[in-house]
């Protein structure tokens, strides 16, 4: 059974993204889909395909360093730094 509402639905302030989840989540899907076009890149099989693939690709990563960019200026991007010692 399906509950009818009236008017304007609400949101309460559980159910909306902060501007950081909605961030991580970009960023989330530029990584996923950098991953794709890597993909692509390497099972491309005509020249034309490939660099296409590898234009998009590129793009991915530069929006990916903007990205990353403004989520360290908001401190919403702090990975920890590797320890040589552990490699």
């Known amino acids: 059974m399906y509950r ?16 950081k989840d909605v961030i991580t989540d970009v960023l989330s899907s530029v ?4 991953g794709h ?3 692509g ?7 034309d ?3 296409a693939f590898l234009n998009l690709h590129d ?3 530069d929006q ?4 990353v960019e403004s989520m360290k200026s908001q401190g919403w991007y702090n990975p920890e ?7």
Do not use: V
């Open 31 to 34: 990584k996923h889909m950098s």
């Open 81 to 87: 730094m590797a320890n040589p010692r552990n490699y």
């Open 37 to 39: 076009y890597h993909q």
């Open 41 to 47: 890149i390497l099972e491309a099989n005509s020249h």
């Open 64 to 67: 990916h360093k903007n990205i």
């Open 4 to 19: 009818q509402y009236e008017g304007t639905p609400t949101y309460t302030q559980q159910s909306r993204m902060s501007d």
């Open 49 to 51: 395909t490939r660099q």
């Open 59 to 61: 793009y991915t990563l």
